[in-house]
């Protein structure tokens, strides 16, 4: 039997939107930002995007933290990226402000 038409109209997805962001080496002027797009789906937790901003930014270690390039402020986790914004990813160190101001 199939469902009626409309039967399922108020069933919401259980799927993240995607959020497509732009990620910095830390304390590198001269590397020019990478575009990745955040979808839950293909990374199930926040150490499969670590992972994967790593490789994105070509740090020589793995990233451990990923921080908002006006303040320094922590990202935690997926909840917090925002959609077109642009983030740093420290691999090592402390944050170095490096003039990304104008990007958020």
């Known amino acids: 039997m199939l469902p009626k038409r409309g039967?399922?109209?108020n069933l919401k997805p259980d799927v993240d939107p995607f959020k497509k962001i732009t990620l910095y080496l830390n304390g590198?002027?001269?590397f020019h930002g990478?575009?990745?797009t955040v979808n839950r789906r293909l990374m199930p937790?926040?150490?499969t995007f670590l992972r994967?901003?790593?490789e994105k930014t070509g740090a020589?270690?793995?990233a451990r933290d990923v921080l908002t390039p006006t303040h320094g402020t922590k990202v935690k986790g997926f909840d917090e990226l925002?959609?077109?914004s642009?983030?740093?990813v420290i691999a090592k160190g402390n944050f170095i402000p490096i003039g990304l101001v104008d990007l958020d």
């Open 60 to 62: 020589m270690c793995a």
């Open 7 to 9: 039967q399922f109209d």
């Open 28 to 30: 590198d002027a001269h």
């Open 34 to 36: 990478g575009t990745k």
């Open 45 to 47: 937790t926040w150490e």
């Open 82 to 84: 925002v959609d077109g």
């Open 52 to 54: 994967q901003a790593t």
């Open 86 to 88: 642009s983030y740093v």
